[in-house]
């Protein structure tokens, strides 16, 4: 299992950008496949995108497709969110997370086992 860390939340302003970072620690030497979601308040946790672990397979959410664009660095063991054209909906605590197989048919966070801590994004209008 991994162990995974984000950061690069911050407060922007609408149509701005922010790029996460998820870097994970442990077990990196197996491969893994990382998902990145978000939480508005009182709503449920939400799947936004994800990435294979050679990097060669994505999948976005279609609220977030062709503004956000998911990238890794296995070298580095971090995964990236770049998130342009922001907008207020966007605001929430966003967070990476990981499993050890890859579908697109099922996105539910409780199919990923190792969750970071989560970072906060607040885009003003």
């Known amino acids: 299992q991994v162990q995974l860390v984000e950061s690069g939340g911050g407060l922007v302003q609408a149509g701005g950008s922010l790029r996460l970072s998820c870097a994970a620690s442990?077990?990196?030497?197996?491969?893994?496949?990382v998902g990145w979601f978000r939480q508005a308040p009182r709503k449920e946790r939400a799947f936004v995108a994800q990435i294979s672990w050679s990097g060669d397979i994505t999948y976005y959410a279609e609220s977030v497709k062709g503004r956000f664009t998911i990238s890794r660095d296995n070298a580095k063991n971090t995964v990236y969110l770049q998130m342009n054209g922001l907008k207020p909906e966007d605001t929430a605590v966003y967070y990476c997370?990981?499993?050890?197989?890859?579908?697109?048919?099922?996105?539910?966070?409780?199919?990923?086992?190792?969750w970071g801590q989560g970072t906060q994004v607040t885009v003003s209008s």
């Open positions: 442990g077990r990196t030497s197996s491969s893994y496949h």
């Open positions: 997370a990981a499993r050890d197989y890859y579908t697109n048919a099922d996105l539910r966070p409780r199919t990923f086992g190792s």
